[in-house]
């Protein structure tokens, strides 16, 4: 049996590093936003080439916390409409929702699954203040386009990187750097991931990043005098402590899941199974090998016989979610079927070159 993802062989390549944090953790007496948090954001901000990365609770909070600031800096307004995918994972638009804004669904690209360009063009009205791309399955969204797009019309772009630590655009500049602030997250599952929960924001703008830093904190920059009505989201301690262990290793994992793809995509050859689209440069990151089929059911039987792990990303679009029930009358025939024919296959930097042929053979074999 190949598992989708072996989340402890990952980890336990660093199982004597995280025992050492662990204990320094544990002997420093200090555990909220201590000496660990402050490298941590240090050391992504130097790896993301930002003059800021502000640690907080999940990736969700990332997003929602850059909105927010935006918000008391006077650059967002209670709903100003937001331009985001139809095929993102639902918390993108949770974000902007629960910072008061409007989400506005934008039709994704069937070869890529980021923006349709036309359609983000279409869906620019009077109240749209902000783009938010998703670099999704750890590809960059189309960057130069959509700031270009951005520029024209004066609005603000937020990168939802949270399945692309580390990917790099042709002019060399990483994800996080590229819009005008970024959420991270650090989920375990994610490219670098925590044990537990752990988000950040990266930004070069000095105010938002200042009213982040007091955001997910109380509102507060000196304890106990609250500026603002602010929110508990901080990066903990100890998953920061975790993450400036791994941290140093995340360019070659990607490194080890793009040579993974290459091989996948040089040597999956049935006319039933549709590959990503890659163009081989380091604009990925393989958070995710996700190919498309039509029979969905029929392929899924086929890896369970042979023993390949398999997840879908994501089984229901976001339209079609009840806790987003007032999307239910629109119609976005692309996301559907992305929704209706992905499937996700083993990919990991632990995946053994054994385990990648057997996942080549086998679906071959289909
Ligand atoms: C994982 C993820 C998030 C949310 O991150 P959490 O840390 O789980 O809150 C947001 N957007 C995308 C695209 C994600 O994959």
Redesign the pocket.
Known sequence: MIPFLDLKAINQRFEKEFQNSFQQFLDSGYYILGSQVKLFEANFARYCGTTHCIGVG????A?RLILEGYKILGKLKENDEVLVASN??I??ILAIKQAGLKPVLVEADLATYNFDLASLQKSISKKTKAIMP?H?YGQLSPMEEILKISKENNLLVIE?A??AHGAKAKDGKRSGNIGDAA?F???PT?NLGAMG???AVTTNDDALAEVIKKLRNYGTSIKYVSDLIGFNSRLDELQAAFLNVKLPTVDSDNEKRRVIAKKYISEIKNKKITLPLYDGSENHIFHLFVVRVQNRNAFIEHLDRNGIGHLIHYPIPPHKQQALSEYSHLKFPITEQIHNEVVSIPMSPVLSEGDVKKVISVLNSY
């Open positions: 999940n990736g969700l909070d997003l993102t994972y918390a993108t998703v999704l939802d949270a399945q959420g997250s650090f989920y994610k929960d752990g988000g």
